[in-house]
């Protein structure tokens, strides 16, 4: 149990563009879903809890018009990377936590390396 | 703002050794979970440990919470190349309905065959 996915797993693309990265909970529901941004061999830094239903709150630094995020359900949320320029380039990854489980314990997707050239 | 400082940053060694990986802050956590991640993947749990003085262990890992749940470590015993990869703790507020994780710096472990 506790299964999340992501995707894409990479994606590359030119600067200006946006990309859109999901997130899913495949076997249980989300109310809250995070988002990190990771620079090798470093830890993971948070950018934003996703709440469903409500508006994403931002850790500070992190430019929400820059960095959309929607949680339009229980089992989804996006993160869209607009005009994305080459300093955006990292490994994103999503966690979602499960309310059935009593501890606060994060469930990891498996990333999405984004290039921008 | 809770930090979790984590030692050593970086760690190799020869297999079949052991190594020990401390995760310490100065704040009270109400749980702590160790994570281990290999490149290109997102960290996969390992442990929770929510009570002060608490020992798990999974296989030869061996999982420790302080008695004031301010710290936590992780021993490996004999150490084996499939042990490689970025270890993770993260500490839980005790409050705040986010109930964000706060991570360590991670420590890189390689374990040479």
């Known amino acids: 149990g506790a299964v999340v996915s992501q995707h894409p797993s990479r994606v590359i693309c030119k600067s200006g563009t946006s990309v859109k990265i999901e997130c899913r909970s495949l076997d249980f529901q989300a109310t809250t879903m995070f988002w990190y941004r990771q620079f090798p061999k470093q830890s993971l830094m948070l950018m ?48 979602a936590r499960d309310p059935g489980r009593g501890v606060n314990e994060q469930f990891f997707g498996p990333g999405t390396r984004l290039t921008v050239l | 703002t809770q930090l979790l400082e984590q030692s050593p940053q970086f760690l190799s060694i020869q297999e079949g050794e052991n190594l020990t990986v401390y995760c310490n ?87 040479l065959p």
Do not use: M
Not at chain 1, 77 to 91: K, M, N, R
């Open chain 2, 25 to 111: 802050s100065s704040s009270v956590f109400s749980s702590l979970q160790w994570y281990r991640q290999e490149p290109g993947e997102g960290p996969v749990l390992l442990v929770t440990v929510v009570t002060g003085g608490e020992v798990k262990k999974l296989k030869r890992l061996t999982f420790q919470f302080g008695d004031a749940r301010k710290d936590s470590s992780l021993h490996i015993t004999a150490a084996q190349p499939g042990d490689t990869g970025l270890y993770l703790c993260a500490g839980a507020e005790s409050s705040g309905s986010a109930r964000q994780l706060t991570f360590g710096s991670g420590t890189q472990l390689t374990v």
């Open chain 1, 48 to 95: 934003a809890t996703s709440n469903e239903g409500s508006k994403a709150t931002y850790e500070q630094g992190v430019e929400k018009d820059k960095f959309l995020i929607n949680h339009a359900s229980l089992t989804l949320s996006t993160l869209t990377v607009t005009s994305a320029h080459p300093e955006d380039s990292s490994f994103y990854i999503c966690s």
